[in-house]
């Protein structure tokens, strides 16, 4: 068979493992025809292509990024998307497009295999660990190192000196991040999307701390993280030049607002783009070479319209329908059973 | 409640969290007292405790070890030794023991439960992750992380030299290491106790690298692996001055018959020990920190005479019965489906 | 000997190895008897103290901070901090005070030598590698380590986005970590305040590599970096709600800058403090565990208004005279024949 | 110009840093063309060659190994070596040749010099840093680096058994690595080849630590020491079935002989080939960048016959017949001074 493979949404460690999985078993064990797109839906659109062999990924596994580059977009985009994906396919001769990518991509895939009857498979990636029908997305264990890793670091610090630290990590939609990194870090307490927060209970737990003589406290916050309506103003301090949002916005604050609340030192430590770049532990290169071998064993069983994915200890699928138009939220008995007891 | 604790077997990476999770949970919601008994079941039979608190745990979450100390020996080595459990126990005023261990303390536990009707609940411990009953054991994750940094370094050495290197990892049971250290570090074999391996193939297979121009190969090889009968004979060289088996012996036996049957320059390299050590990946903090919460849990509930245990993504429990005598292998779908077609 | 000893100015990965290594040798060799005084000149004007024997330091050497706690502050900000100093120094019988510090406890130590006779001896301590009279200050290797691996990280994800990274590490006044970072990193371009920048020059590299098909860029900025004047005006928007700069100024503007003029995808990543955090590494430990030994030797060597130092490979001491009010500024050696060779 | 360059001996973290650097000063300022020779001396004989060029040695910087390939042996084990040298030199249009090797390459480079006029120049390379001439070679931080992390995981399982564990590193001649780690992690005692050393003082160094009650200790052995004479038998038993002397002979008979002699558990850790591969540290990758850099300097200004070395904090360059035929043996002032105060 001939396959078409793209990787899309944001850098995710394990992406190159994949691809070599993909190429390995599809090469080796079926004598399959791999063809990557080069930078994601654009590559489709405009046939640019690079050749997906044992050959071409050696080397590959413990490197982070994407051989094949990655971008946002969307076929949806553009009126003639969907027939440049078309005709993409048709001239190149593929059979089967193999689609690695976060929610975004995955919506895209969902809607070309329903309403256009292109094969797709897909193959869930993103750091954050937030997407439905899959325990584990690859990169995930990664960032949650990374950060704890650096939070280890910042204790010594916070101790040293008698600070309150803000750590700010990624995780806009869920706080998967902040709740694992937070319980592998020994955090003081975690902020994430899923609950907005109160500041002035953060500010007491602190303080309560402190009466205890214990006077450095990490705070970790998900990038996405909001305080419950009417505690803070967030205000427009951290809209930047350009109307965006500047990254580091809830960290910054609530470093602010801690220091000025509590009168103790604070500081921020925004962890940003280094959660998803580089090698990829062992745990997400053997997860994300399992998710290639399944995903084109997927395409060989004619399993269109589907995501490969991790359900318990075990590979399976989950049709791509159930998973997309959602974030799958923290799991509860992390957050509320787990973390809430060592917080504080 | 007043609880006791022990950690026994070899040290594992994420003992302390578990200890920590125990004395966090235990203090804080249930008012527990807890009290941690010196070198495991020694001891338990001589009385040397020390109180486990949140105080006397702070700052050990990225601490490898156990503050207890750790020692093998049973309670059933002594003709005693069980009287003096429950003589223990009952003068301590315990009404549940904490068993953390691998096989070998699950066993003692299970006995003591069941024939002596000591109320005990087990947490399964084992870099080695063939305990029966869990998905996954809290030190696994490290040690496979430990040998696939070290499987990256090997990698620029076995290619600038042209050579074969043999890792020898951990597992005298099972080959749980060897594989997902394997997988994650793209080795070219992998030899497990679980299927005695042949020689000839493992050398034809780097011969017919090497024909494609892959001059450099890393097999990674579990310590309790062993060839096929009657293919190469191991003798009695690799027993040491005591009558031990010497730590390394298959991985130096297996590189000097690859170098004498192929004639490629091969190196042994045994990683031994430093992958039972030191600090714990955020992953193996978290399963430690869960299992910790549960077992207290489990203690209030009663649920004595079982294992807490990750089953899927979720911490549950399993009786003890279920899971003591046996070794759990690697995971077929991991080895044979995975595994073998990434090795040569 | 009774001999005091205190860390002063902001946490620096090697401070408990120095510690260490003066407990060690002044009580197993002298005799000594060491007293830590806690927060720096606040502890010695308070008179709050803690022995600092070999047992009390035990296991301390990998671990980041300091056991004595750091806190900015002089005794010269009191109307009677010196009289508070000599009081302290001879109600605890003290004949010397080792002093470990960046500039401003360095500078303090040396008016107390020179304007009040109090007997000190100097350990410079700064990741930023600026001090005056030495090589080397222990806690520069390993921040640069860490914006390193920084830095071998976010290439992953500069590559698969076409991006440019803005690395802001630390640096207020010397571009040593920029530029040692940079070298090893593999940076476009290193950005330090010895050398106020072109932003101009700094895109039109960015482009040719563009146009000779590099997509992908790494600028490394110590936070201290200005622009050349009249180039950008940096502005008001990098002040906070407190008036402060904010950490991350000059990276974030940077980042916007380049983005806006050079129409390239460009995302900021500001390091922050696990620069200066955690474990330092094995040359850290040793650097730290010589300049202690010799700080010691200087006090029984009567050595009194001098800080121990690196010259060469050789540990040498020098008077802190020399030392004080200054900046030592990046080796030109590095950064014009080296780093400037590797960018672009 | 047109220089030709080779990496000789054992893999060494850095190698490529060194070429990358040669490639980069050499095509960018020089405007030379650069020829990499396949498998060292080999190559040269054989002719086989590879474009060294900023292009190919893209990406290279944090990459272990080396590109070019190395091997042992020498054009002088050859009746026609040296003829064969001066050939493929003139056939290739060589005007020099830049030598990057241990003691074996540079000696071999010196008497090509000295008795043949081959224009080369010398780039010192050993992770065992006891080349004469330079106060660093590169690949020494890392060895050290590695050798460090392992005795840190080492340390928390020596004390949760209390058991004794013995480190073997790399050092055959000079016990650099061994100090150096050994000052860093923490040892109780580093036996290295410079001093011989007394079984008996070992045990009872051990012994004494446990009587203070310190169960837990670490030695650290290069792999070159050896017993005072007399003082216990090597014998024959380390000898493999192929006659060579078995790496980690001297860490197992260490760790057998301590255990035999006081009774505690000991453990032979041998790290092996780990320590030379791999990832250079980010202070390797500068001073390989350093080294490069010079000695793409010292062709163009005929400076041959020389080594670039490191002398204090500058490059400088030493007469290759200064450094030839012997070793450089650990600096007393850290082996006496610094580490006999630590170990025990």
């Known amino acids: 068979m001939r396959v078409g493979v793209l990787t899309g949404g944001g850098d995710c460690p394990g992406l190159n493992a994949v691809l070599r999985a993909i190429a390995r078993k599809g090469e080796r064990v079926f004598g399959d025809e791999l063809v990557g797109f080069v930078d994601a839906w654009d590559g489709v659109m405009e046939r640019r292509t690079t050749p997906l062999t044992i050959e071409t990924m050696r080397g590959s596994l413990p490197r982070g990024g994407t051989v094949l580059g990655t971008r946002r977009g969307s076929p949806f985009d553009h009126p003639d998307g969907v027939d440049r994906v078309k005709t993409a396919m048709a001239e190149l001769g593929l059979e089967a497009l193999i689609v690695i990518g976060g929610n975004g991509s995955l919506s895209v895939a969902c809607k070309l295999y329903n309403e256009h009857g292109i094969p797709v498979v897909g193959v869930p990636k993103t750091i954050d660990n937030d997407i439905e029908g899959t325990d584990v997305t690859f990169g995930f264990n990664t960032a949650v190192q990374i950060a704890t890793d650096a939070i280890d670091r910042l204790h010594t610090t916070a101790e040293s000196h008698d600070r309150v630290m803000v750590v700010e990590v990624m995780g806009r939609h869920s706080g998967w991040i902040a709740t694992t990194a937070g319980i592998a870090g020994g955090a003081t307490a975690v902020l994430i999307p899923e609950h907005p927060f109160d500041i002035d209970e953060v500010c007491e737990r602190i303080i309560r701390r402190h009466n205890r003589g214990r006077f450095a406290s990490i705070i970790v916050v998900a990038e996405g993280a909001t305080p419950k309506e009417g505690t803070f103003d967030v ?22 607002e801690i220091g000025l609340r509590t009168g103790f030192e604070t500081r921020p430590v925004l962890l940003g783009h280094v959660q998803r770049g580089g090698t990829p532990t062992a745990y997400d290169r053997v997860l994300s ?13 004619g399993a269109f319209g589907t995501m490969v994915a991790l359900h318990g200890a075990e590979i399976g699928e989950t049709p791509l329908v159930d998973v997309i138009g ?8 992390l957050y509320t059973d787990v973390a809430e007891i060592f917080f504080a």
Do not use: K
């Open 235 to 256: 205000g427009e301090r951290e809209i930047d030049r350009f109307g965006h949002v500047r990254l580091g916005g809830i960290g910054n604050l609530l470093a602010s």
């Open 289 to 301: 070479t399992r998710f290639g071998v399944a995903a084109i064993d997927a395409v060989h069983r």
């Open 326 to 333: 959602r974030t799958r939220p923290v799991d509860p008995a």
